[in-house]
């Protein structure tokens, strides 16, 4: 059974880098196949990409906020780690991490298993 | 990047009634477009991809449909359980793209 978890600060100040961990149960991403991808929804509103990473560490970032994004896999603690730079009051959001598999294309990417979410609000 | 706009913003229906959401993308995606559930403080739930295939365990009251720019979301008769927000997302594109969401709310 396919579970993901996130964990993370609830709170961070504004300029502050959020890192946010992932982690993975029911599969590997040393698994050809596989991958992780990060989406946040700020309250109320509209789910929005972030960043995806793959089973080879190929890694994308959503065009928004790329140069603020880092994604990560440490395959030996079957975890993905995001971090965030700058972060800013519009940046509170829920942050979920998702699973993926590549089996319609490597590009083709959708998200079948989530985590629960993480709410991280960004205040002074 | 590939806009997807979903209509209507909010739909009112009474349980038992059909449920008729669209999606609409501002470039072909052939087939490649995802439906998810989303309920009040949990996370969204596959229910389908491909435009048409069902995801595991989604029962078969709901129903996609379309290619190309034009989808729709059916669910033939709504349950207590269904009354939720639901997001289209197309991944035709490698920069894949959610759409603003439709609230399916309770008459």
């Known amino acids: 059974q396919i579970t993901l978890k996130e964990s993370g600060p609830t709170l961070v100040k504004p300029t502050q880098t959020l890192r946010l961990t992932c982690t993975l149960s029911?599969?590997?991403?040393?698994?050809?196949?596989?991958?992780v991808g990060w989406i946040r929804q700020p309250p109320g509103k509209a789910l929005e990409w972030l960043a995806i990473?793959?089973?080879?560490?190929?890694?994308r970032y959503g065009p928004s906020l790329k140069s603020r994004l880092t994604i990560s896999k440490d395959t030996s603690r079957n975890q993905v780690v995001l971090t965030m730079t700058n972060m800013d009051p519009v940046d509170t959001a829920t942050y979920f991490c998702?699973?993926?598999?590549?089996?319609?294309?490597?590009?083709?990417?959708?998200?079948?298993?989530w985590g629960q979410g993480t709410l991280v609000t960004v205040s002074s | 990047e590939i806009v997807l706009t979903q209509s209507p913003g909010t739909l009112s229906l009474s349980p038992g009634e059909r449920a008729t959401l669209s999606c609409r993308a501002s470039?072909?995606?052939?087939?490649?477009l995802a439906w998810y559930q989303q309920k009040p403080g949990q996370a969204p739930r596959l229910l389908i991809s491909?435009?048409?295939t069902r995801a595991t365990g989604i029962p078969d009251r709901f129903s996609g449909s379309g290619s190309g720019t034009d989808f729709t979301l059916t669910i033939s008769r709504l349950e207590p359980e269904d009354f939720a927000v639901y997001y289209c997302?197309?991944?035709?594109?490698?920069?894949?793209?959610f759409g603003p969401g439709t609230k399916v709310a309770i008459k």
């Open positions: 990473v793959y089973w080879d560490d190929d890694k």
């Open positions: 470039q072909s995606v052939s087939s490649y």
């Open positions: 491909g435009a048409s």
């Open positions: 029911g599969f590997s991403l040393s698994t050809r196949g596989m991958g």
């Open positions: 997302q197309q991944y035709g594109n490698p920069l894949f793209t």
């Open positions: 998702a699973h993926f598999n590549e089996n319609t294309g490597y590009y083709r990417v959708y998200f079948d298993y």
